[in-house]
């Protein structure tokens, strides 16, 4: 099983990006997949989730500019970003909560990087 992250880039404060992450491999099924951020010198923190029922939860930081949302047939998960703050400059990384058969595992993507200039 793989995740395979895209849409990251350079972008002016106040502008937006759309981040995607794709899961491939023997996939029975996909519970949580979510988008983690790190930015440099700092710990890894959580900024948007969605369960399987389509259920969202997001870093107080985010609220009312990102949406995240997934596409269950494409095994995908994306993440909106509007409003964009040089706080929000760091490496996304997808994260995803995957069964293959009978046992479920959590796996991340490599990253993408977002860099908002001021």
């Known amino acids: 099983v793989q995740l395979q992250a895209s849409g990251g880039g350079l972008v002016q404060a106040g502008g937006s990006l759309r981040l995607a992450c794709s899961a491939s491999?023997?996939?029975?099924?996909?519970?949580?997949m979510g988008w983690y951020r790190q930015a440099p010198g700092k710990q890894r923190e959580l900024v948007a989730t969605?369960?399987?029922?389509?259920?969202?939860n997001y870093a107080d930081s985010v609220k009312g500019r990102f949406t995240i949302s997934r596409d269950n047939a494409k095994n995908t998960v994306y993440l909106e970003m509007n409003s964009l703050k040089s706080e929000d400059s760091s490496i996304y990384y997808c994260?995803?909560?995957?069964?293959?058969?009978?046992?479920?595992?959590?796996?991340w993507g490599q990253g993408t990087q977002v860099t908002v200039s001021s």
């Open positions: 994260n995803a909560y995957i069964r293959v058969l009978f046992r479920s595992n959590e796996y």
């Open positions: 491999g023997r996939i029975s099924s996909i519970n949580v």
């Open positions: 969605i369960s399987g029922d389509g259920t969202t």
